[in-house]
């Protein structure tokens, strides 16, 4: 039997850096994904070695492992986390429900490629319905479905600079005044985008980056290049997204005329497995 599990990329729109404090995020999932195919065998293990150590540490039986992805890895899209839910769901198939799934997911991270991330990536990926995105309350850990409006138009601009999974913890080096400053008022910016104009909304994407640059998980050349985005005719607001210390930025634009070398992102479905005989 192969057991296939289908992981999309993260797109963050607003909440970064909160999960681990009990936070909120709005975000849905990106049109990449991560396949990850799972030939179950009598003996062994084999596969790539990070894979092979995850399955393992996952309790997986005997297979065959094989990945392919068009997720950009080291760009703050959460590649890691889709490769941890892959492996999940291959090892248990429907025996655990999403949350756990998630759950399971962020201690094969934890355990195995020492990340100390939060949940925002994994439930993003899983709790994620098509041309949709989710608000993420990760204090009671409830989701909200909210319709995508098709009149948000995000692209992402790669800033060319890689980023790693040991890059600087900035929980360790911020201080405690700034980290609940930045908690509580990217809290309030997420609610506010619910209710925005898309000229409200860039402006609030625009905020958030500057609240990543007071924490210390941006450098000089990711803002200079994300200056140089706001600035340009038709978009309407940029940030770094993800972790931090490179990878990609998320670019809110007026029109698909704006940056045309790059395409639209679009709301996808959540992680998923099926079953070939």
């Known amino acids: 039997m192969i057991r296939r599990a289908s992981i999309p ?44 150590a995850l399955w393992s540490e996952a ?6 492992l094989n990945v392919s992805s068009n997720i950009p890895i080291g760009k703050g899209m959460s590649s890691s986390a889709a490769l941890c839910l892959g492996v999940v769901l291959c ?14 997911a962020q201690r094969l991270e934890h355990v195995v490629l020492g990340t100390p991330c939060g949940l925002l990536d994994q439930m993003a990926m899983m709790h994620s319905i098509e041309e949709c995105c989710t608000l993420i309350d990760f204090s009671s850990l409830e989701t909200s479905t909210i319709p995508y409006p098709n009149t948000w138009k995000f692209k992402l601009v790669d800033s060319g600079i890689q980023r790693t999974l040991n890059s600087e913890d900035y929980r360790q080096t911020t201080s405690e005044v ?51 985005l706001q600035s340009k005719e038709g978009v309407l607001g940029a940030r770094m997204m993800g972790g931090g210390f490179g990878g990609m930025i998320l670019v809110l634009v007026e029109n698909d005329s704006v940056l045309p070398q790059h395409p639209l992102l679009v709301p996808s479905k959540a992680g998923f497995i099926e079953e070939l005989f």
């Open 9 to 52: 990329g993260r797109i963050n729109i607003l909440g970064e850096h909160t999960d681990y404090a009990g936070g909120c995020s709005l975000a849905f999932a990106s049109q990449h994904r991560l396949i990850l195919e799972a030939e179950f065998i009598e003996s062994g293990v084999f596969g790539e070695e990070t894979v092979v």
């Open 178 to 228: 700034k980290k609940k400053l930045h908690v509580r008022e990217e809290n309030a910016r997420v609610r506010q985008a619910l209710n925005s104009t898309n000229e409200q909304l860039g402006e609030l994407m625009n905020q958030t980056h500057e609240s990543l640059r007071m924490i210390g998980v941006s450098t000089p050349e990711v803002d200079s290049i994300v200056k140089s």
């Open 91 to 104: 090892v248990h198939g429907d025996s655990l429900d999403r949350q756990d799934a998630c759950k399971e």
């Open 59 to 64: 309790g997986g039986p005997p297979a065959r």
